[in-house]
Nanobody
Framework: VQLQAFGGGLVQSGGSLRLSCAAS????????VGWFRQAPGKEREFVGG????????DYADSVKGRFIISRENAKMTVYLQMNSLKPEDSAVYYC??????????????????WGQGTQVTVSS
């Protein structure tokens, strides 16, 4: 499966953005999808993940209550709604997919397929 994240941009602190992760090649409906981000000079970190069957997503503590992950399998798209953005949310955001993800698994090497990232910049 090929993935492409898009929807990033420049937003003021407190604003919102919605990122999309579009899949092609194979249906995304049976893949579990995670969102990661990487700021300059920092490790790529887990933001959140959602199972292919839906259910409650898993979120990193740093974004819990502000970010929402959802998916529309018919559109082969997973979304990351980001609210109350802070300057420290600035990073390149990536989506990734795997079959058989276990909720709570947050390491990048636990995901097999990666898309190109999209830049999110939050100004203070």
């Amino acid at each position: 499966v090929q993935l492409q994240a898009f929807g990033g941009g420049l937003v003021q602190s407190g604003g919102s953005l919605r990122l999309s992760c579009a899949a092609s090649g194979r249906t995304i409906s049976t893949y579990d999808v995670g969102w990661f981000r990487q700021a300059p000079g920092k490790e790529r970190e887990f933001v959140g993940g959602i199972s292919w069957v839906g259910g409650s997503p898993d979120y990193a503590d740093s974004v819990k209550g502000r970010f929402i992950i959802s998916r529309e399998n018919a559109k082969m798209t997973v979304y990351l709604q980001m609210n109350s953005l802070k300057p420290e949310d600035s990073a390149v955001y990536y989506c990734a997919a795997v079959v058989g993800w276990k909720k709570g698994a947050r390491k990048r090497d636990e995901f097999d397929y990666w898309g190109q990232g999209t830049q999110v910049t939050v100004s203070s």
